[in-house]
């Protein structure tokens, strides 16, 4: 009887987590279709690396509830995990390529590391909370990347020793534009950065190296969390 009780209870346990994984994977097939690809992110590959990241597993537990919402959930520390119509729109402006070498700064989760490594040969991403490096390292080792290399540093010396990059995606608001940052981007090179003051909107800047001068051009108005320093007299 005892046996026969705990077999149920194991059914029932082993059913409501294949119920919830279900569940799970239709809001975020939903949150792709009527808000991404519905507000204008067109690339297939950028839509179906949406479709496989699975956003709840770059969050913590209590907050499971609300990974596949459109808007930046709290990941601790004061950070946040970005909005995925954001991840989606930045992934595609860089317009990642299968042999591309990409730098992240602001690994925060992990979560859109995750979407460019869907995508591209490598991911260098850099993270100034030692814990949320730990935090993105641990999630992203568990999601099954291998493709992604994070380090605790502050990101505005970007990653010399990978350098240059084919493209630089920045996930927290910078002042201005770090110049490593500009000087590790390769020729022909793509970055992505939320410029402005933190306590304001920023806007969204899209920077283009070509024979060696560079062409920005705002993309929308963002909020994000701010670009701090290890170096409190940097004047940021
Ligand atoms: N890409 C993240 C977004 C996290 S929010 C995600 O998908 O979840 C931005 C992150 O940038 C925060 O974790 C913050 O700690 C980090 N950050 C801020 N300033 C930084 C700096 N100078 N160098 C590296 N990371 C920085």
Redesign the pocket.
């Known amino acids: 009887m005892k046996a026969l009780l705990s077999y149920t209870l194991g059914l029932v346990c082993i059913w409501g987590t294949i119920a919830e994984a279900d569940a799970l994977k239709e809001a975020r097939m939903r949150l792709v279709a009527d808000t991404i690809e519905a507000r204008g992110v067109g690339d297939p590959d950028v839509l179906d690396a949406m479709r496989r990241v699975e956003r709840h597993l ?1 969050i913590p537990e209590n907050q499971v509830a609300h990974a596949y919402e459109d808007r ?1 959930v709290p ?1 601790g ?1 004061g ?4 909005q995925p119509y954001i ?1 989606a729109l930045m992934t595609e402006i860089v317009k990642p390529q299968s042999d591309f070498r990409v730098l ?10 995750a ?1 460019l490594a869907e995508l591209v040969d490598h991911v260098y ?5 030692p814990p ?1 490096a730990e935090w ?1 390292k641990e999630r992203l080792d568990l999601a099954g990347y291998t493709n992604v290399t994070v380090r605790h ?4 010396y970007g990653w010399e020793e990978h350098a240059p990059f084919d493209a630089i ?1 920045v ?2 608001a910078a002042p201005h534009i770090p110049p490593p940052l500009l000087e590790q981007l390769r020729e022909g090179g793509r970055m992505i950065i939320p410029v402005g003051s933190r306590f304001r909107t920023q806007q969204l800047v899209l920077v283009e190296k070509k024979d060696g001068s560079f062409n920005t051009r705002n993309i929308m108005p963002v909020r ?7 170096d409190p007299d940097s004047g940021w």
């Open positions: 770059f930046p990941i520390h950070q946040t995990i970005s991840v992240e700064i602001g690994a925060g989760s992990g979560y859109q590391a979407v991403t850099v993270e100034i909370v949320l993105a540093a502050d990101g505005f995606v996930t927290a994000f969390v701010p670009f701090t320093r290890e």
